[in-house]
DNA sequence: CATTGACCTTCCCCTTATGGTAAGGTTGAG
DNA sequence: CTCAACCTTACCATAAGGGGAAGGTCAATG
């Protein structure tokens, strides 16, 4: 299977299985003439990686994933705590996204929206610190 | 004021003044010896994108805001279509993390977390179509 | 007047994960 | 033989920074 037909068997751009070769998550086969060749447990692979990848995990975490995933004498426990780590991780953004709404929010509330220039919102990024000229 | 004083009086590190300044954001003046050169304008200017950027506008917005700060003839409406397009953004990824978050609190909680290597975490990465083998 | 330390300057490399493009080689069909 | 559709490597770019080197400047101290 050549780097195109993998591409289309696994859902990864060509681009992405190149760079993923790159970082070694896998070492795909050569032809005498350069071409890589992939075989189904190859397709597994990038499959593996994809699944990672739309769950949010970084590479880093992606690689030892594919590693416990390799190792049969795993233990589980290893498994849950990276997976747990990014659940952490994800559930901060989060926390940190929100209140980037939620004081948005308020100043988008707050500004009338019409042709006139005042406007709450530029207002409160020119006085950062919240001192308000009353 | 040099630029190490406009950094701890705007909370800007000399690193992202000088990148600021690359994007056209501020152009301070300069000594004869080619030092840059800040005043209170400018450190306003600072913490004006130090607080937009803590709202989560990419610098593309900021540019913008910047411009309809400066703009005494603006309409509130152009700010408020900003901010709520960013808004959208925003939710929009809050929505993907929440997504990323409840399917890995799923296999986290299905997962036992002891020595033996079986896992439904690395089970649902192998089998990424959600074709489970039963 | 020289030294020293704290500034400042520009320039380049690194990050993450991904896309694009260019120059050139290979293959298979017609 | 040619042409399209592959493939290869190599480089550039992204967003928003951080790190650091090499070299210039300035003020205070000896």
């Known amino acids: ?22 970082i070694a998550l896998l070492e795909p086969a050569r032809t005498v003439n350069g071409y890589r060749v992939y075989g189904p447990q190859d397709v597994q692979t990038l499959r593996f990686i994809g ?14 994933l594919l590693g416990m995933w390799r190792n049969r004498s795993r233990s589980s ?4 705590r990276l997976t ?13 996204l929100n209140a980037m709404i ?3 929010e308020a100043l988008a509330q707050a500004c009338d ?20 000229t009353r």
Chains 1, 2 share one sequence.
Do not use: Q, W
Request: charged share 30%; aromatic share 4%; with cysteine.
């Open 51 to 64: 699944a990672c990848r739309r769950l949010g995990f970084p590479m880093t975490d992606v690689k030892a």
């Open 77 to 80: 426990v290893e498994v849950k």
């Open 102 to 104: 939620t004081a948005l």
């Open 1 to 22: 299977m050549n780097i195109g037909e993998a591409a289309r068997a696994s859902g990864i751009s060509r681009k992405m299985i190149r760079y993923y070769e790159e």
């Open 84 to 96: 747990d780590r990014h659940i952490t991780a994800l559930r901060e953004r989060v926390t940190e």
């Open 113 to 132: 929206g019409d042709d006139r220039p005042h406007c709450p919102i530029i207002t409160a990024m020119a006085n950062p610190d919240g001192s308000h």
